[in-house]
């Protein structure tokens, strides 16, 4: 083997490596454009509904203030359901996401703010 070939092969063998190694790094790594992405999808998907909290056939719902007809089947997301127990007869805000099913749309809360403590509505 002549001398110059010598040489570069361990150089030649460390380039191919490292650029492997980048290479399986930036495959699984997400691009800043596509976390931007993601996060404006998960903020577009959540939203918000004012109501009072009630129970009904054992499940929580959220009804209108007004004619306390049920607008949403209310689900806890990332904390336990009876969280919702301390709200009845009040009237909040709900944030979260919602899901349409068979009967009434499905709220998942993320979050609960209290508008009032008795569930009337507010006059301007």
């Not at 495959?27 to 004012?50: C, D, H, I, R, V």
């Not at 499940?59 to 306390?68: I, K, N």
């Not at 919602?98 to 009967?103: A, K, L, M, Q, V």
Request: aromatic residues 6%.
């Amino acid at each position: 083997m002549n001398r110059w070939a010598s040489n570069t092969l361990p150089i030649t063998l460390l380039f191919l490596t490292v650029v492997n190694a980048q290479s399986i790094c930036f495959a699984g790594s997400s691009t800043p454009q596509q976390t931007q992405q993601s996060k404006n999808q998960t903020k577009a998907a959540e939203s918000s509904l004012t109501g009072c909290v009630d129970e009904q056939d054992g499940r929580y719902v959220l009804v209108d203030d007004r004619t306390l007809t049920p607008i949403a089947s209310l689900e806890a997301d990332g904390f336990p359901t009876e969280g919702f127990a301390k709200h009845m007869g009040h009237k909040v805000t709900v944030r979260g996401t919602s899901s349409s099913g068979t009967g009434r749309p499905v709220f998942k809360v993320r979050k609960v703010d209290m508008v009032s403590e008795t569930c009337a509505p507010q006059h301007q």
